[in-house]
């Protein structure tokens, strides 16, 4: 097993107090290790988006402890738990948050800008990654001229242009239609199993929360089940799924077939899984089964 | 974020809603205009009295007045004085305390002090050209103002010669515009003594003088010798001894920077009151200083209105905004970062309005100054209304900078303080 990445212990965030008080978590113990991808799932209300929240380091628990690579995040300033974010974190959400009066690629060099890089390597790292996502040629449009995968993709850039450790995703696919949502889904699983990016999605989706390696149910602040390995859903149901320009696909959804991303000059990468892999064509990724899916996990975990 | 991209940044910012910048950066362009015009125009006249100074070369004058209590002058601001004949004698006819003839004596006797002169008034009647014409004497100018004339022909008439300058608008009592062609030129001034006859004294033309903004220069002027032998005219013709009393009294200074200080220390000793030339036109440039300055207080009032403005727009801007806020805090801004893009936001629109604002106020100043000093202010020798001073704009930049970041404070505090997770929800 790979070192924890984040860890908390009798995590609890209470909301409010006296009458209106409200025990949004009840004392959560866990960790997430480097390169797995954990579904957090649950109703509404059931604390999911919280716990999201406590562990991209956006909010400080109530109490209990969480920690980054061993070390409790409490004990750091605030504005080096912004660095933090900035440096180790990526964030894609269900609304898209781009900035209208700015063109697709001025959107995902943000987190470079904060970070304090320079323009032109700002510019360079920014084509580098809307290219691995088909959208080079979107770099120069406003965002609002965007379709609604479109718009994911370019805030999935914008996750990706610090190169994260952890890629936090709160309902990714809630604002989108299936089709595009799906296409978003290979994307993130993608990544996940192509450069070992850890993965925390909050969702409330049963079919993307099948795709994660563990899932953590939730509900009334408590974690109530923590299944893992088992990837529940049919992997047939992607079968040939492509983007929408078609020509290219990054990380296509079935589990072994990884390195049909044979065109894309962003993703020139050996395919993870080793030359048994090989250019399989999509329909091959059928095969996909559980043990497959603990295989990219491990090979998250080499690249890391 | 690197102090460039947060000025980039900020400067994007305010190009989005464009009509609302537009607006905000007018009010501060209307003080920062208003500013620059007070200020100018205070720097201007300044200038005009610093070159009247400056043109006075080496000034060895001082007036000499009574030094008595000013407040004790004043009428009824203070209780029954008993008679004192002597005193009595002394006070002229505004009650003011005035310049016996003895006291001029005694001022004559301070070290260091020569020419001692009583400054008279004198009411000539007419000035007759070799000619026969006779033209009204209204009024003439002290021999004293002599240190402030500006000459547009000739020389300053000389202390003991039966000399006299007249102004530019006299001389078409010849019939031309060329100055140089009056000089030399004798004329006779007429006055009435005591017993109401009218006395003559001949005097020769020897400059002609520009009118300045004080009013030297607009009248003739005698030369001292001219203007006691009218002054003796003027009160002979009657038996009876007059008892002579004078405002003030003009006397040179042997080296003036030296002895300025004894010599004051020595009068003041002997109950006088000495003002240099430079003092007494450092009352005027206190009073233009003064104006300017409560011209200027106007201006920093329509800034403050203005600073208003830079509050709301940024409000509004932070309340719109705030989505994006709360991603870029999420994304790892920092709070300060926050504050200084937002602060920045508020120093460019004051940079904006600055900027447009000054460059408006120096183009019509200068323009104004020109149009008016070429055009109805013409007789006005070497009148400046209005003067670019580099250090002022420099400071009128800054000060609107300063005002613009402190009203940028509030809202970008604000700003700082937005919760990512409030900001980012999206219910």
Redesign the interface.
Same mark, same amino acid.
């Given at each position: 097993m790979s070192a924890a990445v984040l860890e908390t212990e009798n995590l609890v965030k209470v909301y409010g107090r006296g009458e209106s008080r409200f025990d949004a978590l009840k004392g959560l113990t866990f960790e997430i290790r480097q390169g797995e991808s954990v579904a957090i799932v649950g109703k509404s209300g059931s604390g999911k988006s919280t716990l999201m929240?406590l562990l991209?380091l956006?909010?400080e628990p109530t109490a209990g402890v969480v920690a980054m690579n061993g070390r409790p995040v409490s004990q750091l300033k605030?504005?080096q738990v912004?660095?933090?974010?900035?440096?180790t @974190?990526g @964030?894609v @959400?269900?609304?898209f @948050?781009l900035?209208a009066?700015?063109t697709v690629l001025e959107n995902v060099i943000?987190?470079l800008?904060?970070?304090?890089v320079?323009t032109a390597e700002r510019k360079r790292r920014g084509m580098e990654v809307l290219e691995q996502l088909d959208m080079a040629d979107k770099a120069g449009n406003r965002a609002t001229d965007l379709s609604g995968g479109q718009k994911q993709r370019a805030c999935i850039a914008?996750a990706l242009i610090n190169e994260p450790s952890v890629l936090f995703a709160d309902e990714p696919t809630g604002n989108l239609d299936t089709a595009t949502g799906e296409v978003v889904e290979d994307i993130l699983f993608g990544l996940h199993r192509d450069r070992g990016i850890t993965l925390v999605i909050v969702t409330h989706d049963d079919d993307l929360a099948a795709r994660c390696q563990r899932r953590l149910l939730m509900q009334d602040g408590m974690i109530v089940a923590d299944e893992s390995g088992e990837a529940v859903r049919s992997a047939g149901a992607s079968v040939g799924q492509t983007s929408r320009e078609g020509s290219r696909r990054v990380g296509g959804h079935g589990k072994h077939a990884a390195p049909v991303v044979v065109d894309g000059p962003g993703l020139d990468e050996p395919g993870p899984d080793g030359p048994e892999a090989g250019p399989t064509a999509p329909g091959a990724a059928t095969a996909g089964a559980a043990g497959q899916v603990e295989n990219a996990g491990t090979t998250g975990e080499e690249r890391a | 974020m690197r102090a460039v991209d947060i000025a980039g940044t900020a400067l994007g910012n305010t190009m989005r809603s464009k009509t609302r910048t537009f607006l905000t950066v007018i009010a501060i362009v209307i003080g920062a205009f208003t500013l620059t015009l007070t200020s100018g125009l205070g720097a201007g006249i300044n200038k005009y009295v610093d070159t009247m100074v400056s043109g006075f070369g080496e000034i060895d004058q001082i007036s000499i007045m009574p030094g008595a209590d000013a407040t004790a002058q004043m009428p009824g601001s203070s209780g029954p004085v008993a008679y004192d004949p002597a005193e009595a004698q002394a006070t002229g006819e505004f009650g003011m305390t005035m310049l016996t003839d003895e006291d001029i004596e005694t001022i004559a006797q301070v070290e260091h002090l020569s020419n001692v002169e009583p400054v008279v008034f004198v009411a000539a009647e007419y000035l007759e050209t070799a000619d026969g014409d006779q033209f009204t004497l209204q009024s003439m100018d002290l021999p004293a103002n002599a240190a402030a004339l500006e000459l547009a022909a000739g020389v300053k008439p000389a202390r003991d010669a039966m000399e006299i300058t007249i102004p530019e608008t006299w001389l078409e009592i010849y019939g031309t515009e060329d100055p140089e062609a009056v000089l030399g030129e004798t004329v006779t001034l007429g006055i009435k003594d005591l017993a109401q006859q009218v006395q003559t004294v001949d005097a020769e033309i020897v400059g002609v003088s520009q009118a300045a903004i004080s009013g030297v220069g607009a009248s003739p002027m005698p030369s001292s010798a001219l203007n006691e032998e009218l002054y003796g005219l003027q009160t002979s013709g009657l038996e009876v001894e007059q008892p002579q009393a004078y405002v003030q009294a003009v006397a040179d200074v042997e080296d003036m920077a030296a002895n300025e200080q004894s010599v004051k220390a020595a009068l003041s000793e002997e109950g006088f009151m000495a003002m240099t030339v430079e003092d007494q036109l450092g009352v005027i440039t206190g009073i233009i200083d003064t104006v300017t300055w409560v011209l200027n207080g106007f201006a920093l009032i329509a800034l403050l209105a203005a600073s208003f403005g830079i509050v709301n727009t940024l409000l509004m801007s932070v309340q719109e905004r705030t989505r994006e806020i709360g991603l870029m805090k999420a994304l790892g801004m920092s709070g300060g970062k926050v504050f200084g893009l937002f602060s920045m936001e508020a120093v460019m629109l004051g940079i904006m309005g600055s900027v447009i604002g000054v460059g408006l106020g120096v183009v019509v100043g200068l323009t104004g100054n020109a149009a008016l000093v070429s055009g109805p202010l013409s007789g006005v020798a070497g009148l400046s209304l209005f003067a670019v001073d580099p250090m002022a704009i420099v400071l009128i930049v800054l000060l609107i900078l300063v005002i613009a970041f402190l009203a940028g404070t509030m809202p970008a505090a604000r700003a700082a303080k937005k919760d990512p997770i409030e900001a980012l929800r999206y219910e």
């Open positions: 929240h991209a956006l909010d605030p504005a912004s660095e933090l974010r900035n440096d @974190f @964030f @959400f269900q609304q @948050f900035n009066s700015q943000l987190p800008k904060i970070a304090g320079g914008r | -």
